[in-house]
């Protein structure tokens, strides 16, 4: 794939899409963390449902250490592993509060220090919370740069370090967004809708045209 077809790829993403953002309801840097935090192998549906609860309850790592463990864990009970994300995020809280005057950190090594961040929620944090241009690569968007030829990779740290490299700067801000959305509800895992993707002719995946494309 050569840039010219991956810059109108992200051209027809911004125009059907022109302020894309998370599906994670929050209202502070920390509600994010704590909420990309508990997506891991959850739906943001889900995480949602529960964080509307823990959030009225405490929204601040303040508030959040004062519930305790045990407190944190009635909260986020419904979602998988709630029994690790809530020790992490208490500890989470607890670093927050005793190395950064209460506040979520705005650079990558502070944000990877804390208990169940990984480079991926770490980008999305310095994405969505603080306007830098990462792009976090989750299932979706692997797949979707693997199945278009966007960014092929055989890991995910390959394909997060070539959608960097060959998304054009305009449009890297908005790239983690575009690419996740575009694959949760359009290029999906069994079944793309290829017939309803904008993107579908200059898309590289040779099962398309054929099988699903009119």
């Not at 790829?9 to 502070?28: F, K, W």
């Not at 990558?108 to 944090?125: D, H, Q, W």
């Not at 890297?172 to 069994?190: E, S």
């Amino acid at each position: 794939m050569n840039a010219a077809k991956r810059r109108k790829i992200y051209e027809r993403l911004a125009a059907a899409n022109p302020e894309p953002t998370t599906e994670l309801n929050y209202n502070s840097p920390f509600e994010l963390l704590v909420a990309v935090v508990l997506s891991a192998q959850a739906t943001d549906v889900g995480v949602n449902k529960a964080t509307a609860g823990l959030f009225r309850a405490a929204s601040t790592p303040e508030a959040m250490l004062a519930l305790g463990e045990a407190g944190l864990r009635e909260y986020i009970k419904s979602i998988g592993l709630f029994n690790t994300k809530a020790k992490n995020i208490h500890r989470t809280c607890a670093i927050l509060v005793d190395e950064h005057g209460g506040e979520v950190p705005t650079d990558r090594k502070s944000l990877e220090a804390l208990p169940g961040v990984g480079r991926k929620t770490a980008n999305v944090i310095l994405n969505t919370a603080f306007g830098q241009p990462t792009i976090a690569v989750d299932t979706h968007i692997f797949r979707l740069s693997n199945r278009t030829g966007l960014a092929p990779g055989k890991d995910v740290r390959t394909v997060e370090d070539r959608l960097v490299r060959v998304t054009p700067l305009e449009f890297r801000k908005n790239a983690h967004h575009w690419l996740i959305l575009h694959g949760r509800y359009v290029c999906k895992a069994r079944k793309p809708e290829c017939p309803h993707c904008v993107i579908a002719n200059l898309c590289e995946y040779k099962e398309k045209v054929a099988d699903r494309v009119g």
